[in-house]
């Protein structure tokens, strides 16, 4: 495996690159999604008045639901993924872990933004959840030495 496939950063490298992708997939798909409903950007003030807004193709709504995930549980990774370089705990399990983690993310949201099949949404975000359990206790048994 290339040097720069082996360490603990290229993952996180490859989840920032999948945000923006999600960010401009949100673009194509939001904007016309508003135009269509006729949703003036001027006029909407917040999460508050998006009760009072004309409805939008729900796909519209899904893509940007999933942009505000990847800003959520993957803060977890990306410390965890920084703390394992820094501490020198990455080793091709660890590595590995967390190239199963950007798998899985990518996966969330091609479910999320096309189906968004909860059941399996769900199940999927509870293997990464499981993922990131074990390089958080990998790195701490690696802190004790163990």
């Not at 080793?91 to 909860?118: C, E, K, P």
Request: aromatic share 10%.
């Amino acid at each position: 495996m290339p040097q720069s496939l082996s360490n603990m950063m290229t993952p996180v490298l490859a989840l920032v690159v999948w945000t923006m992708v999600i960010l401009v997939w949100l673009y194509v798909r939001r904007i016309p999604a508003m135009r269509k409903a006729g949703i003036d950007p001027a006029k909407v003030k917040g999460s508050e008045s998006y009760a009072n807004l004309p409805p939008m193709n729900p796909k519209a709504v899904w893509i940007g639901d999933n942009y505000n995930h990847l800003h959520e549980q993957p803060v977890i990774f990306y410390a965890l993924c920084v703390y394992t370089h820094l501490v020198g705990v990455w080793d091709g399990l660890n590595v590995g872990l967390a190239w199963a983690y950007v798998a899985i993310r990518i996966v969330h949201s091609l479910i999320q933004v096309t189906t968004n099949f909860v059941p399996l949404r769900f199940a999927v975000f509870n293997l990464g959840s499981l993922v990131l359990a074990i390089i958080a206790l990998r790195n701490v048994l690696g802190l004790f030495g163990i």
